[in-house]
């Protein structure tokens, strides 16, 4: 079982382009949640999704972000235009479902706008 | 709304010396207790506590939850300098969403 996959792994841009971050949850799982997780603010869950559709997204901070899940092995995290303040380790975790199953983390990309 | 409070911050102890991580939650539809151990990397699963009383307990760490006082404990006796890391805990609720405390950063000095 290769665990939740991530990509990139680490990822440094400049202000104003556009960030898109990779996730594999681990098959078999319907759930999968975005987190962003900074010194300040500790882990946030931006989105998540249940069998592909989005739940609940009242994390995501901005029009900037957005998330999709085009299929039950990936999806995809996009900051449009990217600005310092996005900088942070955007983790992915997923679960199966049932109600007392835990969530298993990505890797996490480090990101860095400049 | 929900919210989960770790105790204390940080906190620092010797190689071989007993420490109690506390969390404590305020809850409309509690469905569980996470604790989770970060190093310098993702979040890694420790345990899930659903009912009130019963202990988990994993090598050196243990934890318990207390549903009527609203708290849990996270016990590790026999510290090494491996066990040093930001402790998590999360409360499941509705939707199976967590809401996270801000974690304990543990050091264990050898």
């Known amino acids: 079982d290769a665990g939740v996959i991530q990509s990139p792994r680490h990822e440094v841009t400049e202000m104003g382009q556009e960030v898109t971050l990779r996730c594999k949850p681990i098959?078999?799982?319907?759930?999968l949640f975005w987190y962003r997780q900074t010194m300040m603010r500790g882990l946030e869950l931006l989105i998540y999704?249940?069998?592909?559709?989005?739940?609940?997204d009242s994390g995501m901070p901005e029009d900037r972000f957005s998330a999709k899940m085009p299929n039950a092995s990936f999806s995809t995290l996009k900051i449009q235009p990217s600005e310092p303040r996005d900088s942070a380790v955007y983790f992915c975790?997923?679960?199966?479902?049932?109600?007392?199953?835990?969530?298993?983390f990505g890797p996490g990309t480090r990101l860095t706008v400049l | 709304e929900d919210k989960v409070v770790q105790s204390p911050l940080s906190l620092v102890v010797h190689e071989g010396d007993t420490v109690t991580l506390n969390c404590s939650y305020e809850?409309?539809?509690?469905?569980?207790l996470l604790w989770y151990k970060q190093e310098k990397k993702a979040p890694t699963f420790l345990f899930m506590l659903?009912?009130s009383g019963i202990e988990k307990k994993s090598g050196r760490l243990s934890s318990i939850l207390d549903k009527k006082e609203l708290f849990s404990i996270l016990n590790i006796t026999a510290t090494q300098t491996g066990d040093s890391a930001v402790y998590l805990c999360?409360?499941?609720?509705?939707?199976?969403?967590?809401?996270w405390g801000a974690g304990t950063k543990l050091i264990i000095k050898p």
């Open positions: 098959s078999g799982h319907d759930y």
């Open positions: 809850v409309t539809n509690f469905r569980s």
């Open positions: 999704f249940n069998n592909n559709v989005p739940i609940d």
């Open positions: 999360a409360e499941t609720y509705s939707n199976y969403q967590l809401i």
């Open positions: 659903t009912s």
């Open positions: 975790a997923s679960r199966a479902g049932g109600t007392y199953n835990e969530q298993f």
